[in-house]
């Protein structure tokens, strides 16, 4: 699934290609024909993200709310021609002008949003680690007081916007904790170890397209970036995400992996021990 720093991106690109435009706006699938016309034609003024949700904003309140889901993409691609440009797959929404399209797929939700809804759809959210104005107090209250485990309040958005399963299982490793403390036994000082160290690992997603994690990395990305250069990076790589059953790669147990909020979480039990 797309994390947060998917989505920071793609409203990046979007807001590049397409603000101050008035695109062309179509479902080429047809399920979305009524709110491709509603759209079509207005000026676009901004494309924002919070946590995992796309919000586009159209001129007269009208905004483009979308959550990609498990397997959604969207595409933006320039093109300095005006033919047509064929709708591989299926295309729920096309954005177009005469220099770039964008191609909307098996999103999990794609609608359009008055803004009583955007609002209503931001206060659901908790503090993204993306965004400069971002309090991580926000989402300490809550986790203080939950009997819920960290494993389980990194993976809600109402919580934490943004946070999936690759960045909670490489952050929880990171500072040595288990993912089964509950909230309500987490110290603050450690919450404010996983806010901050979030907020350096993501932009560092959003840079390089890519989650990295393992410090020897981060610390070549980083300097690379500080050099004004594209990083140069090699295969994927990881301290716990997908490695169940190989060894940790600083103590050399197993390490393991249980479904937590519905998805695999991976940890090191040795290791992970602190609250
Ligand atoms: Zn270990």
């Given at each position: 699934m797309p994390e947060g720093h998917t989505l920071f991106a793609l409203a990046r690109d979007l807001h590049e290609a397409f603000a101050g435009t008035t695109p062309e706006v179509t479902s080429p699938q047809g399920k979305f024909t009524e709110g491709a016309a509603e759209l079509s034609g207005r000026e676009l003024l901004r494309a924002t993200s919070r946590g995992k949700h796309l919000l586009v904003e159209f001129a007269d309140d009208r905004w483009l709310h979308v959550h990609l889901g498990l397997i959604g993409?969207?595409?933006?691609d320039s093109h300095e021609w005006t033919a047509e440009v064929p709708a591989l797959g299926q295309v729920r929404l096309r954005l177009r002008t005469d220099q770039h399209v964008a191609d909307l797929r098996g999103p999990n939700?794609?609608?359009v949003a008055s803004p009583e809804r955007v609002d209503a759809v931001l206060d659901g959210l908790g503090p993204d680690p993306l965004r400069p104005d971002a309090d991580p107090d926000v989402a300490?209250?809550?986790i203080h007081r939950s009997s819920r485990t960290v494993g389980e309040l990194l993976m809600d958005q109402s919580v934490l916007a943004g946070v999936g399963n690759v960045y909670r299982s490489e952050v929880l490793f990171?500072?040595?904790l288990?993912?089964?403390t509950e909230g309500r036994r987490m110290r603050r000082a450690s919450w404010r170890l996983v806010w901050d160290d979030l907020e350096r690992l993501m932009p560092l997603g959003v840079a390089t397209g890519r989650i990295v994690t393992v410090e020897d990395e981060l610390l070549a990305v980083e300097a690379a970036l500080g050099r004004g250069e594209v990083p140069h990076l090699t295969e994927r790589s990881s301290y716990v995400y997908k490695r169940a059953g190989m060894p940790c790669l600083t103590c050399g147990?197993?390490?393991r992996t249980r479904v937590v909020a519905g998805r695999n979480l991976f940890w090191c039990g040795r290791c992970q021990r602190r609250h």
């Amino acid at each position: 699934m797309p994390e947060g720093h998917t989505l920071f991106a793609l409203a990046r690109d979007l807001h590049e290609a397409f603000a101050g435009t008035t695109p062309e706006v179509t479902s080429p699938q047809g399920k979305f024909t009524e709110g491709a016309a509603e759209l079509s034609g207005r000026e676009l003024l901004r494309a924002t993200s919070r946590g995992k949700h796309l919000l586009v904003e159209f001129a007269d309140d009208r905004w483009l709310h979308v959550h990609l889901g498990l397997i959604g993409s969207f595409t933006v691609d320039s093109h300095e021609w005006t033919a047509e440009v064929p709708a591989l797959g299926q295309v729920r929404l096309r954005l177009r002008t005469d220099q770039h399209v964008a191609d909307l797929r098996g999103p999990n939700l794609c609608e359009v949003a008055s803004p009583e809804r955007v609002d209503a759809v931001l206060d659901g959210l908790g503090p993204d680690p993306l965004r400069p104005d971002a309090d991580p107090d926000v989402a300490w209250a809550r986790i203080h007081r939950s009997s819920r485990t960290v494993g389980e309040l990194l993976m809600d958005q109402s919580v934490l916007a943004g946070v999936g399963n690759v960045y909670r299982s490489e952050v929880l490793f990171r500072h040595r904790l288990s993912p089964f403390t509950e909230g309500r036994r987490m110290r603050r000082a450690s919450w404010r170890l996983v806010w901050d160290d979030l907020e350096r690992l993501m932009p560092l997603g959003v840079a390089t397209g890519r989650i990295v994690t393992v410090e020897d990395e981060l610390l070549a990305v980083e300097a690379a970036l500080g050099r004004g250069e594209v990083p140069h990076l090699t295969e994927r790589s990881s301290y716990v995400y997908k490695r169940a059953g190989m060894p940790c790669l600083t103590c050399g147990s197993r390490v393991r992996t249980r479904v937590v909020a519905g998805r695999n979480l991976f940890w090191c039990g040795r290791c992970q021990r602190r609250h």
